[in-house]
């Protein structure tokens, strides 16, 4: 993940699959769709010297309960369309693919 900054903008830019989707779902868990979006609030210290390992670690400030509580993986046997009633976003999916969360819920199949 590269990570700029630019005064107070800071853009985290994925490198690789993986990443890009780690940072969507974070996205989708940090943007309410309804306009609140939550913070990230620093915990405890980041001293890369001590433990080379260790990542920075943040608190999502402001979810509601249902965003925190976790969601078993389903997966769709067919092509498909998944739809979030909230923002009416809507993503394909091939067979096998997993149904996203957006706006803290499990999307909507269409088909």
Do not use: H
Request: glycine fraction near 6%.
């Amino acid at each position: 993940m590269k990570i700029e900054r630019d005064k107070a903008l800071v853009t985290f830019t994925p490198e690789n699959e993986q990443e890009r989707v780690q940072l969507e779902e974070l996205w989708r868990l940090i943007i309410d769709c309804n306009g609140y979006p939550s913070k990230l609030e620093p915990v405890g210290a980041y001293v890369p010297a001590e433990n080379p390992q260790k990542g920075a670690m943040f608190y999502i400030e402001g979810l509601k309960e249902a965003d925190t509580a976790s969601y078993s993986p389903i997966f769709v046997q067919t092509d498909n369309t998944a739809y979030c009633a909230s923002c009416n976003k809507t993503i394909p999916l091939k067979a096998g693919d997993e149904i996203p969360i957006c706006c803290g819920k499990r999307m909507e199949l269409l088909d």
